[in-house]
């Protein structure tokens, strides 16, 4: 099962510059456990514990996963998944 992932560019050192990659999982957390097999240090900056981080925003097919089920969210062969760090800041 070959599931698309995309990567933020600050994440891009994990992955040598690629800016997508291909994983496998049944679920969105076995999908991070087997990127973290061929791109060392990667699930640390996703997950929590057995939660994504906070700032963290994971989107399946360009539905953002905390409104389905969140790390435990089912994948299908060719799904997409983009990885996208919350961004903040500015002036007040």
Not at 60 to 65: A, I, M, Q, S, Y
């Amino acid at each position: 099962m070959a599931i698309e992932v995309r990567i933020p560019t600050i994440l891009r050192t994990y992955t040598d510059g690629e800016k997508a990659v291909e994983g496998t999982g049944a679920t969105l957390a076995e999908l991070i456990t087997d990127l973290e097999t061929r791109h060392t240090g990667i699930r640390e900056r996703l997950v929590d514990g057995e939660q994504l981080r906070r700032f963290v925003n994971v989107y399946l097919n360009d539905e953002d996963v905390r409104f389905l089920q969140g790390i435990s969210t089912e994948l299908a062969d060719g799904d997409s998944v983009t990885i996208l760090p919350a961004v903040a800041g500015g002036m007040v």
